[in-house]
Every structure is written in C-alpha cells, then in structure tokens.
C-alpha cells in the first residue's frame, strides 16, 4: 500500500494512527485501540448540535 500511495501522490506515514484534516487512519486491524482512543479524543472536542 506504501508504493500505492506515493504513486498516487501521497505520504505515507508509518505510525498507530494519523489524523489529516477530517480524515482519521490506521496501518492495520492491531491498530486499533490506538485509533479508537484517537476517535474518541476529536469526538469529545467536537461541540454538541442539538
């Protein structure tokens, strides 16, 4: 997936998880607890619509 994603002009960074703007990501399935951990941080910073 790394040569894919230079190809296609991306960047690709080796960590548990990477937060770009409104997109949220993770390597692999053993990732996430890091990403769950992570959606919940930008949720809770995120104000309540009624």
Same mark, same amino acid.
């Given at each position: 997936?790394?040569? /894919? ?10 960590q548990e998880?990477?937060v770009d703007?409104? !997109?949220?990501? =993770?390597? =692999?399935?053993? /990732?996430?607890? %890091? ?7 930008? !949720? ?5 619509? %009624?």
């Amino acid at each position: 997936m790394k040569d /894919d994603i230079a190809n296609a002009g991306g960047h690709w960074v080796d960590q548990e998880v990477v937060v770009d703007r409104n !997109m949220i990501s =993770s390597r =692999s399935p053993e /990732d996430l607890p %890091a990403f769950c951990r992570e959606l919940i941080e930008i !949720m809770a910073r995120q104000p309540v619509q %009624a």
